[in-house]
């Protein structure tokens, strides 16, 4: 089972070079967040608007990559360009391990031309590194998906799958509306892998990986502590125990990879 690091290892600023450097050498997959700047670079930042990280009010959108870098140099928390990323990953990468990529806001203008963009430029300048057996793009909306693999083929497509009584749900759908209950994606073909994105611990088990298998669809798991402040805020969010007892199960049900802000210790528990 792949253990991706969720924004790197947690001993770095998140998202930054050193903190997904780390997780890299420490042999795990990881997984990053991006937006545009204003000069039609993509930035791997969680936030569109920085005032969470640097106590600034400033929206990365309308901003220009060198403006952003600067910023960053500043604040020793360097915001790096995807392009830079994929350069990281090729360096540091172990053979076995995974990259992927989470459009934070599909809605902004051109982002999925310019993902796209990022991984061909990469794979032009390096023909001997498949990146595209390497990396996925995960949790986009379905209108996002066909885009990505009308303009990219070979890039892996992950959707995000929520518990069927919230995403079948009005309210859930609007708010977050790159989570699919998964009847939704009965009839979509644009997609690779299952990004299995759980909410109040109803979603997973060894049917639900097992139905996602026998679909052809790899699973992907995002394990309870990302979900600490959302509402509703998984019930385990802050149970160690659990959450170890829960990655031993995914293990045993043959899930293909978790995306988990505690990679050492995840890693210590399916051993």
């Known amino acids: 089972m792949q253990i991706l690091a969720h924004r790197g290892l947690i001993a770095f600023p998140e998202n930054s070079p050193e903190a997904l450097k780390s997780a890299l050498q420490g042999g795990f997959g990881i997984e990053l967040d991006v ?10 930042t969680h936030d569109r608007n920085l005032s969470r990280l640097y106590g600034v009010n400033l929206d990365v959108t309308e901003q220009t990559l060198q403006k952003i870098a600067e910023l960053g140099l500043v604040k020793n928390h360097p915001i790096a360009a995807l392009k830079e990323v994929l350069e990281l990953f090729k360096q540091h990468a172990k053979p076995e391990t995974l990259l992927a990529v989470q459009i934070k806001d599909s809605t902004e203008e051109k982002i999925a031309e310019l993902v796209v963009q990022a991984f061909e430029s990469f794979s032009r300048a390096n023909p001997g590194f498949n990146i595209y ?3 996925l ?6 209108e996002v998906a066909r885009q990505l693999r009308q303009l990219q083929p070979k890039l892996k497509i ?9 995403f079948t749900q009005h309210e ?7 989570v699919y209950a998964m009847a939704d994606l009965a009839d979509f073909p644009h997609y690779d892998f299952v990004w299995a994105d759980e909410w109040q611990g109803s979603l997973l088990s060894a ?5 996602c298998h026998d679909l052809g669809k790899k699973v992907f798991v995002v394990s309870p502590e990302l979900h600490v402040s959302t509402s509703p805020a998984h019930p385990l969010a802050n149970d160690m125990k659990a959450k170890k007892q829960l990655w031993k199960n995914l293990k045993e049900w043959s899930a293909d990879g978790i995306c988990t802000d505690h990679p050492n210790e995840c890693k210590e528990a399916i051993s």
């Open 172 to 178: 859930c759908r609007s708010k977050y509306p790159s």
């Open 137 to 142: 793009v995960f949790d986009p909306t379905k």
């Open 35 to 44: 937006h545009r700047t204003q000069d039609r670079h993509v930035v791997v």
């Open 207 to 211: 049917g639900f990986v097992k139905k």
């Open 158 to 166: 992950a959707m995000s799958v929520g518990e069927d009584e919230l």
């Open 133 to 135: 057996s390497r990396a």
